[in-house]
């Protein structure tokens, strides 16, 4: 892929509202508030279960993906509990 291609393929990543529309490492990044150094370990280590898609050297995000991913990291408290629970 040339490196046009490439930076269109990001630059539509980032625009694109469809649902499964794929992301690139620095938007997913930005979506999530971590560093692209982050997520590269996440991705090596498996800690956490944010799925990529891997084509070559290319990765990237499924949009679902990442809602999945922020749902399932979604912390609910009940009125009472917040300031530690005491």
Not at 13 to 28: G, M
Not at 43 to 50: A, E, I, M
Not at 78 to 83: A, D, F, K, Q, V
């Amino acid at each position: 892929m040339a490196g046009a291609e490439r930076a269109t393929l990001a630059t539509e990543s980032r625009s694109t509202p469809h649902h499964n529309s794929l992301h690139d490492p620095v938007a997913t990044s930005e979506l999530l508030g971590v560093t692209r150094g982050t997520l590269a370990g996440w991705r090596c280590t498996q800690r956490y279960d944010l799925p990529f898609v891997k084509i070559g050297r290319v990765i990237r995000y499924r949009e679902s993906d990442i809602q999945n991913f922020l749902e399932q990291h979604t912390v609910r408290q009940s009125s009472g509990t917040e300031g530690g629970g005491r």
